[in-house]
C-alpha cells in the first residue's frame, strides 16, 4: 500500500514538472526566449550580486558552464543583460539591462496558474506541502540529485521536529527560534550547509 503510495505521490510530482516546464516553455517563447534565457532572466532580479556570475548559476539551475554561457550570450545579444567585472576582476557580474528590466516584469507572472491552484489549498495544507517538499528535496541533495539547496532542511542550524507544535515542529538554530512551517525558507541567505 505504502510503495503504491509513494509511486503516485512520484507521478504527480513528475506532472506537475510537466506542467510548470509547459508553463515555462510558453511564456519565455513569448518573449523570445529559451526556458533557460527566462530562468537567467528572473534569477537575476531576485539573486544577490555574489550569484550573479555565469558559474554560479550554471550550479544554480545544475547546466554546464558552457550551456549557461551560450544563453548569457544570446541575452547578451538581445540586450537584455550586461557582463561587467566582478569582484576579483575575472568573473563577469551579470546585470539586467533597462530593456532586460522590463521583460522580467513581463515574465514575473509566469508561475501564475500554479500560485492560482495553490491559493484554492487551505493555508495548512499550503504549509504542510512546503514542509514535505523540502524535505524531499533535501533527501535527493544528500544523494547527489539536486545540486544546489539553500533551504530549511539543507542547513546545519536546522533542527526537525523539536517542538510539539504542529504548526511549528521545527527550529532554526540560528534564529533560537522555532520554524512555523509555513516559514521555512526555500533561498536563506544565512544558510550553511549541514554536514552530508
Do not use: Y
Request: glycine share 4%; with cysteine.
Amino acid at each position: 500500500m505504502t510503495a503504491d503510495l509513494d509511486r503516485r505521490v512520484a507521478d504527480a510530482v513528475e506532472r506537475l514538472g510537466h506542467g510548470l516546464r509547459s508553463l515555462a516553455q510558453h511564456s519565455a517563447r513569448a518573449q523570445g526566449l529559451s526556458p533557460l534565457q527566462q530562468q537567467v532572466v528572473l534569477a537575476l532580479t531576485r539573486q544577490p550580486l555574489a550569484r550573479r556570475e555565469v558559474n554560479t548559476l550554471a550550479a544554480e539551475f545544475d547546466v554546464t558552464t558552457p550551456t549557461l554561457s551560450d544563453a548569457v550570450g544570446s541575452l547578451e545579444r538581445k540586450e537584455l543583460l550586461t557582463r561587467s567585472p566582478g569582484s576579483d576582476g575575472r568573473r563577469r557580474l551579470l546585470t539586467l539591462t533597462e530593456r532586460g528590466e522590463e521583460v522580467a516584469r513581463e515574465l514575473a507572472s509566469w508561475d501564475e496558474p500554479l500560485l492560482s491552484a495553490l491559493a484554492n489549498l487551505s493555508p495548512e495544507s499550503r504549509a504542510t506541502t512546503l514542509d514535505s517538499l523540502l524535505h524531499v528535496i533535501a533527501d535527493l541533495h544528500r544523494r547527489g540529485v539536486v545540486s544546489v539547496v539553500r533551504m530549511c532542511t539543507t542547513c546545519r542550524f536546522f533542527r526537525p521536529d523539536a517542538h510539539s507544535d504542529p504548526a511549528a515542529p521545527h527550529h532554526c538554530a540560528l534564529l533560537r527560534t522555532p520554524l512555523p512551517l509555513a516559514e521555512l525558507r526555500t533561498d536563506c541567505l544565512e544558510h550553511e550547509p549541514a554536514a552530508v
